[in-house]
């Protein structure tokens, strides 16, 4: 017989945490548009801005860097790809419990002004992606002479 410890407070946590996920996307969503109703999952994303360059770091684990499409339109930068379930031969799997999620995700990114759309660069390493968005030279304001 196999025993497991109740610790009811432990589903109240998940479904706080869930809920405070579920709210925060739909905010952040609202915002920059990044929030789909058609993805399975949502992988969670820092964004940095540095002097020269803005960086998006999104935690991917199980995802080959290969199976993830990184495109660019209309100062819209779009991140998505699936996670598949893995499965050791037909039929039974073989888990007795199932956490993490699985599908495809999308994610989407309203770029500033400042973007270099040319020049945007991505790489996976350990399940995180790193995409690089380097900005443009600012254009200096040109001097005109009034003339006599």
Do not use: C
């Amino acid at each position: 017989m196999l025993l497991t410890r109740y610790e009811p407070w432990s589903a109240m946590r998940q479904i706080q945490n869930e809920m405070s996920r579920v709210f925060d996307n739909a905010v952040a969503g609202a915002e920059d548009g990044s929030n789909v109703a058609t993805s399975r999952w949502t992988p969670a994303v820092d964004i940095r801005e540095d002097t020269d360059r803005f960086v998006i770091t999104a935690d991917i684990p199980g995802v080959e860097p290969g199976n993830i499409e990184v495109t660019m339109e209309n100062s819209v930068l779009t991140i998505k790809g699936e996670r598949k379930l893995e499965t050791r031969g037909e039929g039974d799997n073989g888990y007795r419990r199932v956490e993490r999620v699985y599908g495809g995700f999308y994610r989407r990114f309203t770029l500033p002004d400042t973007a270099d759309a040319e020049a945007i660069s991505a790489s996976g390493k350990h399940g995180v992606l790193e995409v690089t968005i380097p900005k443009r030279a600012a254009l200096q304001p040109k001097r005109i002479e009034v003339t006599h």
